[in-house]
């Protein structure tokens, strides 16, 4: 399984921007699909966006329009730029892996997270 690094949190206030980036540490290539998930405390996790190896993506309702998920097979690195925030996408965000379509995203890989805070 590869391992996987997230940047790019931080505090940000209503209506402004952050990129995200979840760095693997081998090819991505391959890889099922790429997802960003999220927590906020005392609620349940959701998906934020995925992204498949065909280029296909899916998002949460809470986010599409807003949110754009993309990926960089040199790099290996996926990123979620994050446009218009809300101080309800406060959360932990964290990135998976699903290496296959068999196997359910939960028991990919995950990234410690990295917390996003939008707050004026």
């Known amino acids: 399984q590869v391992q996987l690094v997230e940047s790019g949190g931080g505090l940000v206030q209503p209506g402004g921007s952050l990129r995200l980036s979840c760095a693997a540490s081998?090819?991505?290539?391959?890889?099922?699909?790429m997802g960003w998930y999220r927590q906020a405390p005392g609620k349940q996790g959701e998906l934020v966006a995925i992204?498949?190896?065909?280029?296909?993506?899916t998002y949460g309702d809470s986010v599409k329009g807003r949110f754009t998920i993309s990926r960089d097979n040199a790099k290996n690195t996926v990123y979620l730029q994050m446009n218009n925030l809300k101080p309800e996408d406060t959360a932990i965000y964290a990135c998976?892996?699903?290496?296959?379509?068999?196997?359910?995203?939960?028991?990919?890989?995950w990234g410690q997270g990295t917390q996003v805070t939008v707050s004026s």
């Open positions: 998976n892996a699903q290496p296959f379509a068999s196997i359910p995203a939960e028991f990919g890989s």
């Open positions: 081998g090819s991505i290539s391959s890889i099922y699909a």
């Open positions: 992204i498949f190896s065909s280029g296909n993506t």
